[in-house]
T-cell receptor, first 115, second 110 residues
Framework: DAGVTQSPTHLIKTRGQQVTLRCSPK?????VSWYQQALGQGPQFIFQ???????QRGNFPDRFSGHQFPNYSSELNVNALLLGDSALYLC??????????????FGPGTRLTVL | RKEVEQDPGPFNVPEGATVAFNCTYS??????FFWYRQDCRKEPKLLMS???SGNEDGRFTAQLNRASQYISLLIRDSKLSDSATYLC???????????FGSGTKLNVKP
């Protein structure tokens, strides 16, 4: 049973560029959440996708956008990259059970460096 | 005020020691609580969920105090392999958002 997978593992971009990160959830999971983790900090919630819609969003600008596909996989897009966007981007998958979100399982992350 | 606050540490303890971490949360509507463990440059991994009655998993014990809005993690008989950052996580059910603390770093020394 494959766990959560993310690609790419590492990425180097320059300021102003755009980036797309990808995530495949754990088998049987239908919800994907994205987090940004800066060095020395805990993960910060970006947004969550369920049934191909953005259900929840954290305090991130519109430069951060996403998408969920019918197979539950997801993309995170960041436009007009800033130096401060350098971080580990984590995808977490879970199963929505009624109004509750079950335990989240994390992928290995994509380490983004913006120069 | 942050949703979840933790002492960043580091906690430096010898092997075999007992160590405890606390975490406070600000939203009284929070419903679910977890401890995750994160090794250096790795993803967070679920250590244990935290239930109102408290729960134990081997050397690890988690407690929840809703009145004071804090959760705790106790590690007994520390092993070198317990060295990691421990993240406190709180879910606000109304919004299905998970809030992470900044983590508490534990170093277990021989």
């Amino acid at each position: 049973d494959a766990g959560v997978t993310q690609s790419p593992t590492h990425l180097i971009k320059t300021r102003g560029q755009q980036v797309t990160l990808r995530c495949s959830p754990k088998s049987g999971h239908d919800t994907v959440s994205w987090y940004q983790q800066a060095l020395g900090q805990g993960p910060q919630f970006i947004f969550q996708y369920y049934e191909e819609e953005e259900r929840q969003r954290g305090n991130f600008p519109d430069r951060f956008s996403g998408h969920q596909f019918p197979n539950y996989s997801s993309e995170l897009n960041v436009n007009a990259l800033l130096l401060g966007d350098s971080a580990l981007y984590l995808c977490a998958s879970s199963l929505m059970a009624g109004q509750f979100l079950d335990t989240q399982y994390f992928g290995p992350g994509t380490r983004l460096t913006v120069l | 005020r942050k949703e979840v606050e933790q002492d960043p540490g580091p906690f430096n303890v010898p092997e075999g020691a007992t160590v405890a971490f606390n975490c406070t949360y600000s939203n009284s509507a929070s419903q679910s609580f977890f401890w995750y463990r994160q090794d250096c440059r790795k993803e967070p991994k679920l250590l244990m969920s935290v239930y109102s009655s408290g729960n134990e998993d081997g050397r690890f014990t988690a407690q929840l105090n809703r009145a004071s809005q804090y959760i705790s993690l106790l590690i007994r008989d520390s092993k070198l392999s317990d060295s990691a950052t421990y993240l406190c996580v709180v879910e606000t059910t109304n919004f299905n958002k998970f809030y992470f603390g900044s983590g508490t770093k534990l170093n277990v020394k021989p």
